[in-house]
């Protein structure tokens, strides 16, 4: 078993649409991200966080410590959302272990 | 400030050469990590560095890979006798962290590694 899981593993959506995206982890952390890949291309970082909420534009993340869980939604959903999101958790030595990404398609 | 630089962006090797990647930091950053990601699979860490120090290499391969943090100028990964199977993207990413303040790593664009 991954020590990151994401699901779904693939996404679509029209556009307007609310988006969720979630992650379950099984280690201990100091903090988990929230990473964005166009096809191609490289990597972006959306947040980083260790407790409660963050927002950023359309771009909501939340964590849960006790539950080991974090959720990524995008609110008004956009074509140019379309991207590998990718969940990532820092643990041991600061390393990250990554999810496996999810691959988000938003249609107009 | 500039962001993490990596050169070369796209390298292609044949099998039995050397490959070098190179990583250049944020300025003010003084931990460097590298991750790997092969052709449709997640991404992998692989070594993570301080200025002149390994701090943890668990995801190396036991062979054929070494890094390097001089005090003085890039990271460097170097991977020696290219195989196909080295093919894949390498990121590298950078964080100024220090005592016990967890800090965003910065990653860089990538190297995308051909071996022919």
């Known amino acids: 078993k991954n020590e990151v899981e994401q699901s779904p593993q693939n996404l679509t959506a029209q556009e307007g649409e609310f988006i969720t995206i979630n992650c379950s982890y099984s280690v201990g952390i100091s903090a988990l991200h929230w990473l964005q890949q166009h096809p191609g291309g490289g990597i972006v970082s959306l947040f980083m966080l260790s407790s409660g909420k963050k927002k950023h534009g359309r771009l909501i993340a939340t964590i849960n410590i006790q539950e080991k869980h974090s959720s990524l939604h995008i609110t008004a959903s956009h074509p140019r959302d379309s991207a590998v999101y990718i969940c990532?958790?820092?643990?041991?030595?600061?390393?990250?272990?990554f999810g496996t990404g999810t691959r988000l398609q938003v249609f107009p | 400030n500039a962001g993490v630089m990596q050169n070369p962006r796209h390298l292609v090797r044949r099998r039995g050469q050397e490959a070098r990647l190179r990583c250049s930091p944020m300025?003010?950053?003084?931990?460097v990590y590298w991750y790997r990601q092969l052709p449709e699979e997640g991404l992998k860490f692989m070594v993570y560095?301080?200025?002149?120090?390994?701090?943890?290499e668990s995801g190396m391969p036991k062979e054929r890979f070494s890094a390097e943090f001089p005090k003085e100028g890039p990271s460097i990964l170097r991977i020696q006798q290219v195989v196909r199977g080295d093919s894949a993207a390498y990121f590298c990413?950078?964080?100024?962290?220090?005592?016990?303040?967890?800090?965003?790593?910065?990653f860089g664009p990538g190297t995308r590694l051909t071996v022919t």
């Open positions: 990413a950078s964080s100024p962290k220090s005592g016990t303040i967890t800090y965003e790593q910065y």
């Open positions: 990532a958790v820092r643990s041991g030595t600061d390393k990250l272990i």
């Open positions: 560095l301080q200025k002149e120090n390994i701090i943890d």
């Open positions: 300025k003010g950053h003084s931990h």
